[in-house]
């Protein structure tokens, strides 16, 4: 196993490193400053646009997608550092157009996707035109087991050809507040009857279509979260022609573990940046404040707190790099096991660093005069999103098990 950085991989990361440092960052707490002026929070910022093509001037663009054609042609292990750099700022995923869900959903065109799919939907996607947001959690059946959803994706005759038509409620879909969100994946049960995992159906629906309400849009934890938030959605007799079926029908499962893996995994890298970012603001506030007639860091245990965030962020980065070697070299089938385990350890190490960093911060970590507290909501809503810790322990307990019976 080599998890050695590429040159490439390192060029690209200190490119992004200046980029974020010298216009993202000043850029963000602009935005923020304008949000608690008055300034709706549901429109583009003027001058994101102007971003992203600077962004993409400098081949900082789809960095995620692995073709070469279309993205910069990394590995998921040299996407690693990058994704990490991208991390430490809520905004800079969209800025690289290499955000959730959309990235995910990119990745499921590209795979599953028809050539019509890709000429409407993916193109655009990949030029940043549009944004999407992926429909599949449902608030009123247990969601962490999928085959429990209850919306539907039926295949019926209308006298003229085969159409689609969507039923169901679907909740925490993220990005449906952005005013470019044009497309929903959704997905819903076409066959009842079939084998538990070829009941269900993936679809692109247009946000536009008749019958599609969004209901409203949520908080997680009292925040916005991540940016333009999560919405709660409705389909009511929602009609499309069947061509609006991804890879055809009872493929929405097999669709789902394939999207879910990597979108897993980069979150997890993000993360690592987010509990980078915790620890810096930390050693910053530590040395700069005093108390008792000392710097912050030489009272109480403070400086074995800093150490021991160190000592976190590193064993989770050398976890993470693990898993995305093992997803290249295997595939998702052959990294679920290092997916999950990532997918447990990560988040609650992020949510470790950035609690001791607002502790430092006393009164300032809980408020938007930094970004600890929509941080820690961040990362504690990532124990629950793509799978609760409960269901990957299970799958990690799963193939631990399986090593030792007969």
Known sequence: MNLTQTERSRELQQKLEAFVTER???????????IEQGADRWQVPEGMAELKQAARDQGLWNLFLPDAGLGAGLTTLEYAPLAE???RSLIAPEVFNCNAPDTGNMEVLYHYGSDEQKDTWLKPLLAGEIRSAFCMTEPGVASSDATNMEATAEIADNGKGEEVVLNGRKWWSTGLGHPDCKVLIFMGLTDPGADRHRRHSMVLVPVDAEGVKIERMLHAMGFDDAPYGHGDVSFTDVRLPRSAVIAGPGRGFEIAQGRLGPGRIHHCMRSIGLAEKALELACKRSLSRQAFGKPLAKLGGNAERIADARIAIEQARLLVLK???????????????EVSQIKVAVPRMALEVIDMAMQLHGGAGMCEDFPLAQAWAGARSLRIADGPDEVHKMLVARFELRRYSG
């Open 85 to 87: 750099v991208m991390g």
């Open 323 to 337: 898993a995305a070697w093992t997803l290249d070299e295997k595939g998702i089938r052959g990294a679920m096991n």
């Open 24 to 34: 993202v960052e000043p850029f963000e707490r602009e935005i923020q400053q304008r």
